[in-house]
């Protein structure tokens, strides 16, 4: 996270990051009274219209708030589809990156939490395709399909659960993540990764047997309940 870090420790702030449009002079521009309510109001207890409006108004001190009140979910959605605790970071940079070019277009008819989720998953996405080889490397041998299989995630560590996710093959990570996280479908799935719908409901099963083998490894004893199928 060097980058951001400093931008976010520069003169410029993270300002510089904004469209080009938005400037000092549209600061200037606010209202008195929201001006007043941002100068009084602590960041950490403005509403998140506030925030944004501060944001885009140019403050420095609602930039970075608006960093910090996202940016540790950011980092355990990215961690999740990274191999590495380097590759989330630069995730994660990227997608504050663009957040911050973009906020101007967000239309506030969804929570900003989850604008900025559907961002990082993009920007996970862009960065499977540079780095990770959308190859399904074996893994051993496992059953294709788990329907009539259940199990589940919450009786395990998030520690535990991480490593096991990030130890998948690439294309399998992702499709995992995708569909049992994210909930998108295996149609929006493989247009997203430029795979078959088949071909991802296929490689989810796979995740999802080589997820439940080395949860069985890990504890046998524990008890399961209900993964999506």
């Known amino acids: 996270m060097g980058a951001l870090s400093a931008v976010l420790g520069s003169s410029g702030g993270l300002r510089s990051l904004l469209p080009d449009g938005m400037s000092a002079a549209k600061s200037a521009s606010s209202t008195s009274s929201s001006a007043a309510v941002r100068h009084l109001t602590p960041p950490s207890q403005l509403s998140e219209a506030e925030l944004i409006d501060g944001c885009l108004a140019g403050s420095r001190l609602m930039q970075k708030d608006l960093y910090d009140r996202f940016s540790g979910k ?69 059953p294709e399909d788990l329907a009539g299989e259940e199990f589940t995630l919450s009786n395990y560590a998030f520690e535990e659960m991480l490593s096991m996710v990030q130890d998948l093959a690439p294309r399998y990570r992702m499709v995992f993540n995708l569909f049992a996280i994210e909930g998108y479908g295996h149609k929006e799935i493989g247009e997203m990764m430029g795979i078959s719908e088949g071909t991802s409901k296929s490689q989810y099963s796979r995740a999802r047997a080589i997820l439940k083998s080395k949860l069985e490894r890990l504890d046998a004893h524990r008890p399961n309940a209900t993964f999506r199928n």
């Open 74 to 142: 950011m980092m355990a959605v990215c961690l999740r589809y990274a191999q590495t605790t380097f590759e989330a970071e630069d995730v994660l940079q990227e997608g504050f990156i663009t957040v911050f070019n973009n906020l101007h277009s967000f239309r506030r008819e969804c929570p900003l939490e989850f604008w900025i989720r559907r961002i990082m998953v993009n920007a996970a996405l862009r960065q499977h395709r540079r780095n990770a080889p959308l190859v399904a490397v074996s893994e051993g041998e496992y």
